[in-house]
Structure formats: structure tokens, C-alpha cells
T-cell receptor, first 112, second 113 residues
Framework: GDSVTQMEGPVTLSEEAFLTINCTYT??????LFWYVQYPGEGLQLLLK?????DKGSNKGFEATYRKETTSFHLEKGSVQVSDSAVYFC???????????FGPGTRLSVLP | DTAVSQTPKYLVTQMGNDKSIKCEQN?????MYWYKQDSKKFLKIMFS???????INETVPNRFSPKSPDKAHLNLHINSLELGDSAVYFC????????????FGQGTRLTVV
């Protein structure tokens, strides 16, 4: 079945550091890929998405590129802020959209 | 207006009880989901429901049952609650199958004592 693998963390960075959270997937066909963010005590919010190969999703300074050849969708941000502290989930939905498959989540803590 | 709303936000109950969690979406979406998030933050799909087609994760105990009175609602009923059912349950919806993102509710923290 479809699956998503991502670094579990926790990841601790200083403010203004560069962030990379790796995500790789296994899926049949051509899934759509997503990054979701969960702030403490809240539900998941869509951060960005890409629906086909070579698409780049971006939002709030975060970006990720859909790499079909390496089946990856790594999340990056050039300069993190304390307010970025959260849990980040990589996810996919297959062509049939029967359900979203989530990675295990990566907890990010940004220190001032 | 909250797009996907769940009630209650917190639920504490004793083992053996039967409880329900309600979910409503005002986005006009066709597909709704229930997810379980454990203490390690792992998200596991429980059900998806699209135009009266229910897709069940076969690992979900039959004590859990979704009920959809209409397209905007997907409630979760749990019978004979067990300690291991303690988790955060998230409802979500999406416009259509495929590339559309899912919108999540705020979650219901269920504690079974």
C-alpha cells in the first residue's frame, strides 16, 4: 500500500536557521503531495501542496518540490522563526483519493 | 464560520460506556474522514465516506461506527469504550477525491478512565 516516510525528530533549531525536513513516499500512480502543520492543541492545517511532478508548493516562506524520480517532497525554509514551532506532517493522496496517508510527523522546536 | 467543526472538544468517560463525537462541515465537500491520532502523533485513517460509499480501515474495531445523516455530517459512535481508545480524533473533509486538500476539525480529545 501507499506509505510516507519522514524524519521523526524532534528537530531543534535556533531562530533564523535553515530548515529541511525530509519526506519520501511510496505510491502507485501519481499521487498529490502535501505538507500539513499542527500547532499545539490545534488541528492540522494545510501548509502547501503539489499535484504533479516538478511542481513546487510554497507558503509562508516554506517550500517543497515534487520529485518523482526520487519520490521525495522535502520541506525547506530559509530562516525559521519561533512561531514555526509545531509538528509537520507529509502526506499523499492517491489518484483515487480514497484517503490521505500521513507520515509520522516531525516535531520542530525553534529557540530564540 | 468554522469550516469543519467537531463536538465535543474534550470527552472523559469510563470504560464500557458508549459515546459519540459529532462532525459537521459547511464547505459543501463530498468526502469526509475520521482519523485517530495517538500520543506519539501518528495519524491513522479510520473511515472515509463519499456519496454514501463507506470505506473502512479493516484494522478499526467494529465497536467504532460512522453515521452520516447527510452529506455535511459524519458522526463517530464508539461502543464499549476501552482504555486504548484514548486518543485525539480528527474529522476532515475534502472537495473531491484526488488532488484536493483535506480540511481538518480541531480534534476531540477522548480520555477513557
Amino acid at each position: 500500500g501507499d506509505s510516507v516516510t519522514q524524519m521523526e525528530g524532534p528537530v531543534t533549531l535556533s531562530e533564523e536557521a535553515f530548515l529541511t525536513i525530509n519526506c519520501t513516499y511510496t505510491a502507485t500512480g501519481y499521487p498529490s503531495l502535501f505538507w500539513y502543520v499542527q500547532y499545539p492543541g490545534e488541528g492540522l492545517q494545510l501548509l502547501l501542496k503539489a499535484t504533479k511532478a516538478d511542481d513546487k508548493g510554497s507558503n509562508k516562506g516554506f517550500e517543497a518540490t515534487y520529485r518523482k524520480e526520487t519520490t521525495s517532497f522535502h520541506l525547506e525554509k530559509g530562516s525559521v522563526q519561533v512561531s514555526d514551532s509545531a509538528v509537520y506532517f507529509c502526506a499523499l493522496v492517491d489518484n483515487y483519493g480514497q484517503n490521505f496517508v500521513f507520515g509520522p510527523g516531525t516535531r520542530l522546536s525553534v529557540l530564540p | 464560520d468554522t469550516a469543519v467543526s467537531q463536538t465535543p472538544k474534550y470527552l472523559v468517560t469510563q470504560m464500557g460506556n458508549d459515546k459519540s463525537i459529532k462532525c459537521e462541515q459547511n464547505l459543501g465537500h463530498d468526502t469526509m474522514y475520521w482519523y485517530k491520532q495517538d500520543s506519539k502523533k501518528f495519524l491513522k485513517i479510520m473511515f472515509s465516506y463519499n456519496n454514501k460509499e463507506l470505506i473502512i480501515n479493516e484494522t478499526v474495531p467494529n465497536r467504532f461506527s460512522p453515521k452520516s445523516p447527510d452529506k455535511a455530517h459524519l458522526n463517530l459512535h464508539i461502543n464499549s469504550l476501552e482504555l486504548g481508545d484514548s486518543a485525539v480524533y480528527f474529522c476532515a473533509s475534502s472537495l473531491e477525491r484526488g488532488s484536493s486538500e483535506a480540511f481538518f476539525g480541531q480534534g476531540t480529545r477522548l480520555t477513557v478512565v
